[in-house]
Antibody
Framework: QEQLVESGGGVVQPGTSLRLSCAAS????????MHWVRQAPGKGLEWVAV????????KYADSVKGRFTISRDNSENTLYLQMNSLRGEDTAVYYC??????????????????WGQGTLVTVSS | DIQMTQSPSSLSASVGDRVTITCRAS??????LAWFQQKPGKAPKSLIY???SLHSGVPSRFSGSGSGTDFTLTISSLQPEDFATYYC?????????FGGGTEVEIK
């Protein structure tokens, strides 16, 4: 049974940092690209970042580029999102999501199938 | 960036109704279109990829169609567990973008 469990959320002040984790189980983590997607309270979904299964490529939304860093530890089956210089508009539930295909290609690396339950990040003074 | 526009933003329907939700892309995305279902306080659930392919375990009353810029999600006979918000998403190119959502409410 594929499972993704996010952790690390909390209440932080603007300008500070936070690192989110996504622990994977039930599948071969190192074979799948992984994404972060966020949802501000009462709002829609916003894609944040992606990392390929072999770490060979990473991409970011413009809204977080230069402030957030996606990474992964395939030996620990864990995905990370390092968030620096946090702003109020970063307040959201952050979800990790796994792609549908193992060793995905250019297109299939963009297809989500499994989502974690999310972790809430609140940026407020 | 590719903009995704869903309509309607909300609808009221009864159990057993046929429901159709529309999603339009600001430029052609071939069939790189996904649909998600989200219930209050829960994570999204993936329903459809490649515009019309159902993920494993998704009931056959859900179907998707379209290509290019215009897409639809159809629920053939609405069930109580289908009351939720539905999002489309394009994955033709980065940044991946979502529609604003369609809330399906009980009439």
């Amino acid at each position: 049974q594929e499972q993704l469990v996010e952790s690390g959320g909390g209440v932080v002040q603007p300008g500070t940092s936070l690192r989110l984790s996504c622990a994977a189980s039930g599948f071969t983590f190192g074979a799948y690209a992984m994404h972060w997607v966020r949802q501000a309270p009462g709002k829609g979904l916003e894609w944040v970042a992606v990392i390929l299964y072999d770490k060979s490529d990473k991409k970011y939304a413009d809204s977080v580029k230069g402030r957030f860093t996606i990474s992964r530890d395939n030996s620990e089956n864990t995905l990370y999102l390092q968030m620096n210089s946090l702003r109020g508009e970063d307040t959201a539930v952050y979800y990790c999501a796994r792609t549908r295909a193992a060793y995905c290609d250019t297109t299939t690396c963009r297809e989500f199938v499994y989502w974690g339950q999310g972790t809430l990040v609140t940026v407020s003074s | 960036d590719i903009q995704m526009t869903q309509s309607p933003s909300s609808l009221s329907a009864s159990v057993g109704d046929r429901v159709t939700i529309t999603c339009r892309a600001s430029q052609g995305i071939t069939n790189y279109l996904a649909w998600f279902q989200q219930k209050p306080g829960k994570a999204p659930k993936s329903l459809i990829y490649a515009a019309s392919s159902l993920h494993s375990g998704v009931p056959s009353r859900f179907s998707g169609s379209g290509s290019g810029t215009d897409f639809t999600l159809t629920i053939s006979s609405l069930q109580p567990e289908d009351f939720a918000t539905y999002y489309c998403q394009q994955y033709n190119s980065y940044p991946l973008t979502f529609g604003g959502g369609t809330e399906v409410e009980i009439k």
